[in-house]
């Protein structure tokens, strides 16, 4: 349908500010025949986007995910799932992983692209992108796979009291925050209480940046985190939000991923549709 402007659009993001959703509809795929899941070790984040770039050439449309996460994340989650049969699958530590996971209706087309990316990815003309690697042999290895990555969030919420960040940046730029979060934090003196990881989607370049205050809610660390580190991804030429919204905590943000002129269209677009602000208020904008 492209008769004019598409108005239900406007809800994408919105937060519940425009209207109320009272229909719709859901198209849903058929679920896939084949699927693979390979989780691999990295030296550093320049062989992690190595690797994602030789999984975009070599598995193509089978392509289904692409996750990271840096070795901090990897200790929470096994921390917090001791004893119940999720254990790193390599038998050395690494400082990054990267799982990726394929979805098709060929399993024997599937394998051979999957036998290629894996030639690829580990010879590397004698400068391999991985420094290990397994292939879930089945179900439940590829399940305890993904709880590595999938687990992050509830371990370090868990481990203490967490600030949570959810941002876009240019994939070059995406494990630099990470580090210059942990900077910020050792010269401050709080490196040992307020412990950071990094995590994400690459395919996306949305980063997850977790910072967990072992000692509970401290406001200095809150204080060193904002607005710094909303600062730096806008320089950076990334967003604020990636996908989890600006809500009621960011509002007084947004104008670092977006121009006064957007802004000011959506408060009017906001006037118009909801003009007593009774949608949802105080979240988006200001």
């Known amino acids: 349908d492209n008769t004019g402007y598409g108005l239900p659009q406007l809800f994408i993001g ?20 084949a699927i693979n899941i390979a989780f691999f070790a990295c030296s ?31 200790d929470f989650v096994l921390k917090r799932e001791a004893g119940t049969g999720v254990r790193d699958p390599l038998e050395e530590t ?23 990316f894996l030639e690829a ?12 690697g397994v292939v879930a042999a089945d179900e439940t290895q590829a399940r305890a796979i993904w709880r590595l990555r999938e687990g992050v969030s509830d371990a370090m919420t868990t481990a203490g009291y967490v600030y949570k960040y959810d941002v876009s940046l240019p994939l070059p730029r995406m494990y630099e925050l990470v580090e210059d979060t942990r900077a910020r934090l050792r010269d401050a003196g709080v490196e040992e209480s307020a412990k950071t990881a990094g995590y994400g989607h690459l395919g996306d370049a ?3 940046l977790n910072v967990t205050s072992l000692t509970g809610r401290d406001d200095k660390v809150l204080d060193l985190l904002e607005p710094w580190l909303f600062e730096w991804v806008a320089k950076a030429s990334g967003s604020i939000s990636a996908e989890h919204g600006i809500g009621q905590c960011k509002p007084h943000f947004l104008h670092l991923s977006k121009a006064d002129s957007a802004v000011d269209l959506m408060k009017t677009l906001k006037a118009t549709l909801d003009p007593q602000g009774i949608l949802n208020p105080y979240k988006v904008l200001v």
Request: aromatic share 6%; with cysteine.
């Open 14 to 33: 919105s937060e519940g500010t425009l209207g109320v959703i009272t229909k719709l509809t859901i198209l849903c795929p058929p679920r896939p025949k």
């Open 44 to 74: 550093d984040f320049e062989n992690v986007q190595r690797t994602f770039a030789l999984a975009r050439q070599n598995l193509g449309e089978v392509l289904s995910a692409v996750e990271f996460c840096d070795r901090a994340a990897i």
């Open 94 to 116: 690494h400082p990054f992983y990267v799982l990726i996971e394929t979805s098709g209706s060929d399993g024997d087309h599937d394998a051979a692209k999957l036998h290629r």
């Open 121 to 132: 990815v580990m010879s590397g003309d004698g400068d391999p992108a991985v420094r290990d």
């Open 206 to 208: 949305n980063l997850h």
